[in-house]
């Protein structure tokens, strides 16, 4: 198996939620938690990087199976985020084959849709795998070769890593995320989600 870690993005302010999306029930537990079961259950290692809500998120993860990396610069940008999780990826692991990115936001991303990204990665192809969703969106979860990871530490700003997607399009392959990739970013989502789920 590829060793290619998973990187959950779960830094940001939630601003338009009002509260920490990492912290909401989901399946009747931490949203954060819901998540990282189903990155674990890829069999890659899980890293997950916090910033504005770290203090009251970590009590519920740390004895879960994950390295959590706090990044102080959170309020730069996404993009700082992924540069500071990526570089403390590479001082901790040897001969990295890639990084699948993901993030808090998509609840119904699942372990099958990760697995199927996994399975498209090929060896020395230099390639950065997307997902795409039923109304042609395409981003996160993505899986960038080894190649890229100093692109994703210089990343600045909030647009996370489009940049380097964007800079190698000829490099880019597409896994159908169908309706999973909705993202969840108010409170009236969230209630939308939580119906759509059955939870309410």
């Known amino acids: 198996m590829p060793k290619i870690p998973i990187l959950l993005l779960a830094a940001g302010a939630s601003s ?12 009747k537990e931490p949203l954060i938690v819901s998540r990282i079961h189903n990155l674990l259950a890829t069999g890659q290692k899980v890293y997950v990087v916090l910033g504005a809500y770290a203090d009251i998120i970590i009590p ?13 610069n959170w309020k730069e940008g996404m993009s700082t985020s992924i540069a500071f999780a990526v570089k403390s ?3 901790k692991e040897d001969l990295l084959d890639g990084i699948l990115i993901t993030t808090i936001d998509q609840p119904l991303v699942d372990t099958q849709h990760l697995t199927a990204i996994l399975t498209c990665y090929k060896e020395g192809q230099q390639q950065i795998i997307v997902s795409e969703s039923s109304n042609g969106w395409r981003g996160v979860p993505a899986l960038f070769d080894a190649y ?4 994703l530490c210089s990343l600045k700003g909030d647009s996370g890593a489009k ?21 969840m970013d108010t409170p009236e989502r969230y209630k939308q989600l939580l119906k759509a789920t059955h939870q309410l």
Request: net charge positive; aromatic share 4%.
């Open 89 to 91: 990826i590479q001082s």
């Open 60 to 72: 519920t993860i740390k004895n879960l199976d994950v390295t959590i990396c706090t990044n102080n």
């Open 163 to 183: 940049k380097v997607v964007n800079a190698h399009s000829e490099k880019v392959c597409i896994v159908n995320g169908g309706e999973k990739l909705v993202d």
């Open 148 to 151: 890229y990871l100093d692109a």
């Open 16 to 27: 338009r939620m009002g509260s920490s999306k990492a912290l909401l029930s989901w399946n």
